[in-house]
């Protein structure tokens, strides 16, 4: 079938397409309905079914004969370490780790908070709460103390997954103290940890809390895969909203099983027993999806890279790992390619290796400039595909879907939209807008399997954030338009959310952050473009009036404070202090004004706005930055 044709018949008959979808799973007991549609909006997958979701992506294989083969290749230049786990060790590895949960009391439904580096550990904790039913929440290891609390007080886990230490490079970052201090300002008090002690740094356990991760294994009994609702929780993981509360996005086992498995052949084109490498971490859901769940339920080997594309040790990483291991499909942030592009632009370092095993090269996170994809299809003479999804689908919404069908390229499109999911570009009082006029980027409900449910105990901010901008449609918070060929181009968010290298933040929590420091009356943060990072946040403040602290020492503060509050991994480093902030009538600030002065991009002073002079000291003030034009 091509793509035309699979397209129509997801959208004609979504339960025909997806019950035949769904034969790619094992399960318990059949469902009674594939979609459910009598709680609308609030759409299920599989009622009545029961499956695991840890049984079809490890016991399974060793059952149906893949136990030799490698599961889990964890490579890891910053530890300079390597090793193999074939699918009946993993069995064996998750199978002992889900005994040490039930042992420390943890059943069905329990959540478990998992705050860990790219170990294969920690994917061992994500498929042993799937194993017993618990309800796994990964906390990217970059969030500092603050975020981490937040994300306990919400999914008030009964036990936390860590580490003692996580390692940038070659910076060795203790997460012990984090999770101690995350701990004392939460509200919600985990009674036990569990934490693996790396040999890089050893981390002090309080007596009584904290268990050591081996020695609690040691003493383990394997425990079996236990039938879970096809509605009920996997994972809740947090992404940001337009406040500094993170959205709880809930996923549940049976449609999240049936479309990680059906989008790794029909998206990725991979069969079984081919190695997938998503170089992202397991605390983003490229990593829930592409590093753990989709590979091991399609029976392939993936990659589990504790690295960067650069220094780690040189911008040839990413082909020694595809020719040591034979990758098939790499997955990848374009910033990734840029960071590689600007080591090494002539691409010497790929000829010391033989990559001849790569099939395709997968990108997402952002969108793929037109520049870094041809220098990418140039460089690995393969198909690159940019596809568009987000945290809340688990799964590309618009691909070129090579395992159906290659679609021609349109360089800075990611494609035609993938089955399952229904488009559609609208206005802000929700009519269709022509092809090539630019709109909100809307998927007509019902959403298709794997993507969230509701947010985790919050129905009704589910509704809010998503579903009340247009009755029967879900909000993407991405611009865009779709051209006659039917190719989506996604260009912008209508919202406060920045893709800093890949990585989702808000502007709104970072200027939060900012706020909080008892110099700062107002600020406002933008994300201003990035020749690498895609987009840096970048702040403009104001102090409340007879602080006489220096400028430099303010900004230099709340750089401090946004590290220590949220993570590096923001990249907030610049910042002025200016006089005010122009502002609408109504004292909206004009961020999308601040932000095209910053890119140097052609602006219109709004009728609406209060003082016009003000948009004219931030250039001057963008401009010292660096950013804009100092005179516009
Ligand atoms: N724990 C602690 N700190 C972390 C961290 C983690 N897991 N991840 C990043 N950081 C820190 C870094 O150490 C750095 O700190 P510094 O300001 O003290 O130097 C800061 O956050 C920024 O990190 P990063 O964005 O990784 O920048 P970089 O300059 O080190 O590397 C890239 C640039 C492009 C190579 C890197 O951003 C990258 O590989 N991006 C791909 C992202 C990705 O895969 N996203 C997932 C979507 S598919
Ligand atoms: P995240 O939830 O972190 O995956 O971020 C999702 C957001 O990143 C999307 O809503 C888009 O704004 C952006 N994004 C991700 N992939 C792409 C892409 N291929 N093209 C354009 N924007 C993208």
Not at 325 to 348: C, M, N, S
Not at 456 to 470: G, K
């Amino acid at each position: 079938m091509g793509y035309q044709a699979s397209y129509r018949a997801s959208i004609d008959d979504p339960a025909t397409f997806w019950a035949e979808a769904a034969q790619g799973i094992d399960w318990y007991q059949p469902w009674q309905r594939v979609l459910d549609e009598r709680n609308a909006p609030f759409y299920r997958w599989f009622t009545g079914a029961s499956l695991n979701t840890c049984y079809n992506a490890v016991d399974r294989h060793v059952t149906n004969g893949r136990g030799a083969q490698a599961a889990l290749i964890y490579d890891s230049p910053v530890t300079g370490t390597q090793r193999t786990f074939s699918y009946a060790e993993l069995l064996d590895e998750v199978a002992r780790l889900a005994g040490v949960l039930r042992g420390l009391g943890v059943g069905q439904g329990d959540r478990v908070l998992i705050y860990m580096p790219m170990v294969p550990e920690a994917v061992f904790a994500m498929l042993a709460c799937a194993r017993i039913g618990a309800v796994h929440s990964v906390v990217f290891g970059g969030f500092a103390a603050k975020e981490l609390a937040t994300r306990i007080d919400d999914a008030t886990p009964k036990l936390i997954l860590s580490a003692s230490c996580g390692i940038e490079v070659n910076r060795v970052i203790p997460y012990k103290p984090l999770l101690d201090d995350a701990i004392a300002q939460a509200q919600h008090k985990p009674a036990q940890t569990l934490i693996l002690q790396r040999a890089q740094a050893e981390a002090t356990l309080q007596p009584g809390r904290d268990l050591d991760w081996q020695g609690a294994l040691a003493q383990a009994e394997p425990v079996a895969c236990v039938p879970v609702a096809a509605t009920d929780p996997l994972y809740i993981l947090y992404t940001s909203g337009t406040t500094g509360l993170p959205k709880g996005v809930v996923r549940d086992n049976g449609g999240h099983a049936v479309a990680m498995h059906w989008s790794m052949r029909h998206v990725y084109g991979m069969q079984p027993g081919e190695v997938y490498w998503a170089a992202s971490d397991i605390g983003w859901v490229v990593g829930h999806s592409y590093i753990v769940y989709g590979p091991l339920l399609n029976g392939n080997t993936t990659l589990l890279y504790e690295g960067k594309p650069v220094g780690t040790p040189d911008p040839g990483a990413f082909w020694r790992v595809i020719a040591e291991h034979k990758v098939a499909v790499l997955f990848t942030a374009p910033t990734a390619f840029r960071a590689i592009k600007k080591e090494d632009p002539q691409g010497d370092y790929l000829k010391r290796y033989d990559i001849s095993s790569l099939r395709a090269l997968f990108l997402a996170g952002e969108r793929c400039d037109p520049d870094t994809l041809a220098w990418a299809e140039q460089l690995l003479q393969v198909p690159v595909v940019d596809h568009w999804w987000q945290t809340e689908t688990a799964w590309a919404i618009a691909a070129n879907c090579l395992g159906i069908e290659p679609l021609p390229v349109k360089a800075g499109s990611p494609t035609c939209a993938v089955p399952g999911y229904q488009v559609e570009v609208l206005d802000d009082a929700g009519a269709p807008v022509p092809d090539g006029s630019i709109g909100r980027i809307m998927l007509k409900l019902p959403l298709p399997p794997g993507c969230l449910p509701t947010l985790w105990q919050d129905d009704q901010r589910f509704v809010d954030a998503y579903l009340s901008a247009q009755p029967g449609y879900y909000l993407t918070g991405d611009a865009g338009y779709r051209d006659a060929d039917g190719y989506l181009w996604v260009m912008s968010r209508i919202d406060d959310i920045i893709n800093v290298a890949g990585h989702r933040l808000s502007t709104g929590a970072i200027e939060e952050v900012i706020a909080s420091h008892p110099a700062v009356a107002e600020c406002a943060v933008i994300g201003v473009a990035d020749a690498l990072k895609g987009e840096l946040p970048i702040g403009l403040i104001v102090t409340k009036s007879g602080v006489e602290l220096p400028p430099e020492q303010i900004v230099a503060e709340t750089i401090q404070l946004v590290r220590d509050k949220i993570g590096a991994f923001c990249v907030y480093k610049h910042a002025s202090v200016v006089a005010r902030l122009p502002k609408t009538r109504s004292g909206k600030v004009l961020r999308g004004t601040m932000k095209k002065i910053a890119d140097g991009q052609a602006y219109q002073v709004p009728a609406t706005i209060d003082d016009a002079a003000a948009l004219g000291e931030i250039g001057a003030a963008l401009g010292a930055m660096g950013y804009g034009l100092p005179d516009e």
